[in-house]
């Protein structure tokens, strides 16, 4: 299953395009740790901001500025971070930090909000009904998982729908607190940007997360807790790029093959014979109502693309590089198809991939598989020592792991115990 730290885009009747571009950290501590610390000011009076909050992003990493303002993370694994720091009534401020093994002092200072320099802005219409449910359904996603998440503020986003453009937009001025019973964790999502165009058919959010773990009301719902983090570990993206890096994919259990598309050249005829019959149908009525319906449905299958998919499983060697530095990056060309053998796709994932082929389109081969495809956007794309992408946005992804949502978010400092399932 899928994290949160990637980029997909596809057509939304077959997955989504998640944009969360904050998976920065190297979280081990056997690499070394640093003290990170700092203060968070007014940017105006320069007056110090106290029981603030500064996290790292991704991470369930917090902590709240004192009387003074200041904060401090005592020990913070050597790796690259986003620092987060907020306050009621003030602008969010981020900085990426790399951490090594020295100290280091950090200083935000924070602009007041537009409402904070003047009377409170009362919006003149609550959101629309339709419209935050859409917002809802697909932030939080469709898998099993995901039907145990809600958001508990919901009075706190403002969502709107750009009729020219054809795009749903979902703004927060603080954060977006979303309840994940499923995996035990409180998500608090700040400076959300979330877009949904039906036009173009594609979606994607951003922001910055922390993760805080939620109390377990008994011994059996913190087990519960820990298999399903597990489940949602096991088969991600997160688990894949890891081990790319590590260089064990096939010990993982993940089939990689290349995948190619090109256009079809029978499609540009195809779409001048569907305007042809749609201007016949919208000035005259057809002789033969049932020759014109066959006919549009037959002209409607023919594909824009045409897929062809390597049999043969890709060797590492062929999308795995290391650099002069001794980094390791993901470089192919085309486009990667990634099969995870070990555990059956979601239920929710077949019933959903089902019923959209009911609607013309074609159902996959594999269903009840794990198959995803992954694009790079740039040559290569660097991954750090635990996998994370240097720069997320080179990557997209569509299939499984463009289906799995919030009901899968893992926070960075996730780490999966040793099992059957992931060990070689």
């Avoid at 603030?52 to 303002?69: E, H, K, P, Q, S």
């Avoid at 598989?369 to 635990?386: F, G, I, T, Y």
């Avoid at 996998?387 to 960075?412: C, D, I, S, V």
Wanted: overall charge positive; aromatic content about 10%; some cysteine.
């Amino acid at each position: 299953m899928q994290s949160f730290f990637f980029v997909v885009r596809t057509q939304l009747l077959r997955a989504f395009l998640l944009l969360s571009v904050l998976w920065l950290g190297q979280l081990s501590p056997a690499l070394g740790q640093a003290r990170l610390s700092g203060v968070v000011l007014d940017s105006v009076t320069r007056q110090p901001l106290p029981f603030g909050t500064v996290f790292l992003a991704n991470t369930t990493l917090g902590v709240t500025t004192d009387d003074a303002g200041r904060f401090a993370f005592a020990r913070v694994p050597v790796g690259t971070y986003e620092v987060v720091a907020s306050y009621l009534g003030y602008q969010l401020r981020r900085q990426t930090v790399t951490v090594g093994t020295q100290p280091q002092e950090l200083t935000f200072r924070l602009p007041p909000s537009a409402n904070a320099l003047r009377e409170v802005v009362v919006r003149p219409h609550p959101n629309n009904p339709n419209d935050y449910q859409k917002f809802a359904s697909t932030f939080l996603g469709s898998t099993t998982f995901s039907q145990q998440c809600h958001i508990r503020n919901p009075n706190a986003v403002r969502v709107d729908y750009d009729q020219e453009r054809n795009e749903l937009t979902a703004t927060c001025s603080d954060f977006l607190t979303v309840e994940n019973r499923a995996l035990g964790y409180r998500i608090r999502y700040y400076g959300l940007d979330f877009r949904l165009n039906f036009r173009e058919q594609w979606m994607s959010f951003y922001g910055s997360p922390v993760f805080e773990p939620l109390k377990p009301r008994s011994r059996k719902e913190q087990r519960r807790w820990e298999a399903n983090r597990q489940q949602a570990y096991t088969g991600s993206l997160p688990h894949f790029l890891r081990s790319v890096q590590t260089d064990n994919v096939v010990d993982q259990g993940f089939l990689v093959q290349r995948l190619r598309r090109v256009p079809n050249p029978a499609r540009p005829r195809t779409d001048s014979l569907l305007a042809l019959l749609r201007a016949q149908a919208a000035t005259l009525r057809p002789l033969n109502t049932r020759q014109f319906d066959d006919s549009l449905n037959q002209l409607i299958k023919v594909p824009r693309q045409l897929t062809y998919l390597f049999t043969q499983p890709l060797p590492t060697s062929q999308y795995r590089a290391v650099l002069p530095t001794g980094a390791v990056a993901l470089q192919f060309p085309d486009l990667l198809q990634v099969t995870f053998n070990r555990e059956p796709a979601d239920p929710a994932y077949v019933a959903y991939t089902a019923r959209n082929a009911s609607f013309g389109q074609p159902l996959p081969a594999g269903l009840s598989k794990q198959v995803s495809v992954l694009h790079l956007q740039e040559p290569r794309v660097e991954l750090q020592p635990n996998g994370a992408p240097l720069n997320p946005l080179g990557l997209l992804t569509e299939g499984y792991w463009g289906f799995e949502k919030m009901g899968e978010f893992l926070p960075l400092d996730y780490v999966p115990p040793v099992s059957a399932a992931t060990r070689p």
